[in-house]
């Protein structure tokens, strides 16, 4: 069937785009319409001869003011007389009614349009020195209270969150879960991170920092998920508002993938933080799993409520060697140096070490509010003779692991850096063997230690009793949602995870074993109290971690190598250290005495576990310990020693 071209067409086609042009083209024609329609009525009124009570003496002016009234108000009808100057009264009043009812309409549609873009956060953000979060993810919730509890001494900030969810959706989420809503105000949009119009309306480039998340909906596709952050970084460095400005703002990014990492790099032209926060994680969760203890020092140093790690100037010591300043920051623990350009650090240098001119010092505190005095002690680090022990051979050691994510594979990699000859990890999970094996091939090349691997649900109690979980020294359980049923992911992995430690536990007690070390991932924070009931030290919530990690790099942008080499299985790395190996059995001792008696070792020491066993102290784990330093400890079973090493011997 044709479409009609005619006039009349035409006419109807240029209307309904006039109209459709918005409220300020609707509101003007109203008026052209109510000025025409006074004029044609007072015109009407002249050559009739009509004319009302309040107009029989009046002039032009008076009658256009009476028709331009009649029409704004349609009601005012009483007083007229007269049988034509009522009917002319009365069209002029139905003209009115049809007038008035089109600007309603007109301001009601276009109210309610207004309230309808509001509603799906399309309209512009005009905010400066903001922090732009990009994406929606559960870890969303932990990095605003990171960067609030980072900033709380500039009072209030503002946190714009844009991502391809719902508005409403968001800020109902947002609402419940951001445990200090007071301290922050919340702006909303909906929108796509890799669109340019979209990142032009919440003001990127006036953004103080700018966070870019995995999206939680990509999660189970890395390559799509890494996909959209590169496109993102792209998008942030290219787009036409950003230049000139965008290199004065930190942008830190995570990735799911270790290749892809270098890809992100290259897209942000190596101006943004990368993190490959499941290689983090992963390395977090193995170390904690082989280290009593060592999941709440992590807690500690990535967030910002306790003791984290800061760059800190001290002109003073420059030209000096690093152990003869070590006692000389009295609120705070030195642990190594950094070059002032972020381009370099070395953790746990030499005691010979001479502080350079463009080194800056890393140390552990509360703040940035540093103090330096000169020590004038008598402690000094060449008295204190401690002979080294000689280098040990990798241990041997045997590893279960329950579950299957995308951490597994990092997690085998830096297992086997660890160990030595004879070592193995044993998995249990639902994945097939070809895919785990194929997996395992390509994420992990050629592994020395011996992987075995049972195929099946490992919170069943028949396919543990099969391994005998109580011999393994060391047990591993990984956040898991292949069993979901409906739930929500993190609470169904988080679920399992419980249903695990339980049975890990049940086991243990019929066997009487004391001595088995559990490191669980756990999601959601809200279940870590839950998974503590189960009697493990060491629960590793790996959302909250990496909230944690990525507010630390965007606070700091210089941090995130230093966090990273913690992880490394090369250099020095955080252990706990019997005291034993320090200072005498019950031989009393200060901790300054201690930080020298590490350095003497070749270690540094930023804290101390005066052992309780009781989870509300923390195990007695104190880092950075003010009320230590010169307070005598008489060391006892259990005390322990928190260093950073290039070993545990």
């Known amino acids: 069937m044709a479409v009609e071209r005619g006039m009349r067409a035409r006419f109807r086609y240029r209307w309904e785009e006039f109209l459709s042009g918005g409220a300020g083209k609707q509101l003007f024609f109203l008026f052209v319409l109510t000025m025409a329609l006074v004029v044609v009525f007072t015109v009407l009124s002249l050559l009739g001869g009509v004319a009302g009570v309040e107009l029989s003496e009046g ?5 256009a003011w009476f028709y331009f009234t009649r029409f704004l108000d ?20 139905v003209a009115g009614v049809v007038v008035a009812g089109l600007l309603i309409s007109s301001l009601a549609g276009n109210f309610q349009e207004r309230l309808e873009a509001i509603r799906r956060g399309i309209s512009p953000v005009i905010e400066h020195d903001h922090f732009l979060i990009l994406g929606w993810s559960e870890k969303v919730f932990s990095v605003i209270d990171q960067l609030s509890e ?4 500039e009072g209030r900030i503002v946190v ?10 968001m800020e109902e989420a947002l609402r419940d879960k951001v445990q200090h809503p007071k301290r922050v105000k919340l702006v909303v949009r909906n929108g796509s991170s890799v669109a340019l119009s979209d990142l032009a309306k919440v003001s990127f480039e006036r953004a103080q920092s700018i966070v870019v998340l995995v999206d939680d909906a990509q999660r189970d596709q890395p390559y799509r998920a890494d996909g959209r952050v590169i496109k993102t970084l792209m998008a942030l460095y290219n787009h036409p508002d950003g230049r000139g400005r965008i290199d004065q703002v930190k942008v830190t990014a995570e990735v799911m993938l270790s290749e892809s990492r270098e890809i992100a790099q290259i897209a942000s032209r190596g101006r943004a933080q990368v993190i490959n926060t499941n290689d983090m994680i992963s390395k977090v969760i193995l170390q904690t799993s082989r280290i009593s203890g060592l999941s709440l020092i992590y807690d500690e140093l990535f967030r910002f409520e306790g003791n984290e790690i800061h760059y800190a100037r001290f002109p003073q010591t420059v030209g000096r060697r690093f152990g003869e300043i070590v006692l000389e920051f009295p609120n705070a623990c030195l642990i190594g140096v950094g070059k002032a350009d972020g381009s370099g650090h070395l953790l746990n240098p030499p005691a010979d070490h001479v502080i350079a001119p463009d080194e800056e010092l890393l140390l ?13 002690g008598p402690l000094r680090i060449e008295q204190i003779q401690i002979p080294s022990p000689p280098a040990a051979d990798k241990p041997v050691e045997h590893l279960l692991v329950l579950g299957y994510n995308e951490k597994l594979f990092p997690i085998l990699k830096e297992f086997d850096s660890y160990v030595g000859p004879g070592s193995s990890v044993t998995l249990i999970n639902s994945v097939s063997l070809e895919e785990r094996q194929r997996e395992i091939a390509d994420k992990c090349g050629d592994l020395q230690l011996k992987v075995q691997h049972l195929v099946g649900d490992f919170t069943n109690r028949h396919i543990l009793e099969q391994v005998n979980t109580e011999r393994y020294p060391t047990v591993m359980v990984l956040g898991d949602a292949s069993d979901a049923h409906g739930m929500d992911e993190s609470e169904a992995a988080d679920t399992r995870a419980i249903i695990a430690l339980l049975l890990l536990r049940d086991f243990r007690h019929r066997a009487g074993v004391h001595g088995q070390e559990v490191c669980s991932e756990i999601l959601d924070p809200r279940n870590r109290d839950l998974a503590a009931t189960t009697e493990i030290n060491d629960i590793v919530i790996s959302n909250e971690m990496v909230s944690m990690v990525l507010a630390q790099v965007t606070h700091e942008p210089r941090v995130r190598p230093v966090l990273e080499d913690l992880f490394q299985s090369e250099g020095s790395e ?11 059995p019950g031989h009393p001792t200060t901790f300054e005495y201690l930080m020298l008696a590490a350095k003497a070792r070749g270690e540094v020491a930023f804290g101390v576990q005066i052992h309780v066993n009781d989870p509300a102290q923390r195990y007695g784990i104190h880092l950075n310990p003010f009320k230590f330093r010169h307070a005598q400890i008489t060391p006892k079973p259990g005390d322990r020693l928190i260093v950073l090493a290039e070993d545990d011997g």
Do not use: C
Request: charged share 20%; aromatic share 8%; net charge negative.
């Open 74 to 93: 349609a009601g005012t009808m009483g007083g007229d007389a007269g049988n034509p100057n009522r009917f002319v009264s009365t069209m002029a009043t």
């Open 150 to 153: 980072a900033n709380i001494e």
């Open 160 to 169: 714009v969150v844009m991502a391809e969810q719902e508005k409403v959706a």
């Open 574 to 584: 955080i252990y706990l250290k019997d005291l034993a190996r320090y200072v005498p």
């Open 364 to 376: 552990v505190a509360e703040d940035d509010h540093i103090a330096w005095q000169p020590y004038q």
């Open 59 to 63: 002039g032009l002016l008076d009658r």
